[in-house]
């Protein structure tokens, strides 16, 4: 099996199983979120699910369009995952999604 050299903001098919607790379970889109350099030299990739539940008010998520459809990247959900678990690039992010996440991972995670 051949690992996907993921590009930062591009939206991929992984399967998030097994999960604990709260976790967002299941094959689902996600954003890669660490950059290019990264994504090629390391066995992981730093990605935020997306969910077609919407949410908002609620300041961790970004609201975006996905494959055509509605949908809501949950920044209070990052996780570094296998490069192994992405299937198939499914689409990338728009400017204007890309700068609210941008936004969003820096008021959530900046020290």
């Known amino acids: 099996m051949v690992a996907v050299i ?6 991929y ?10 976790e967002m379970a299941k094959t689902r889109p996600v954003v890669v979120i660490s950059p290019d350099a990264m994504n090629r030299h390391l ?5 935020c699910p997306l969910t077609s539940r919407l949410h908002p008010r609620w300041r961790s998520r970004v609201q975006t ?3 055509g459809r509605q949908a809501e990247v949950a920044v209070d959900q990052i996780r570094t995952v296998s490069k192994f678990r992405l299937g198939p690039r499914i689409d990338r ?3 204007e999604a890309i700068a609210r996440l941008r936004g969003v991972v820096v008021e959530m995670y900046a020290v």
């Open 6 to 11: 993921p590009e930062r903001y591009g939206v």
């Open 43 to 47: 066995d992981t990739v730093v990605v």
């Open 93 to 95: 992010l728009p400017d």
């Open 13 to 22: 098919f992984a399967n998030l199983d097994p999960v604990v607790g709260s």
């Open 65 to 67: 369009v996905c494959d």
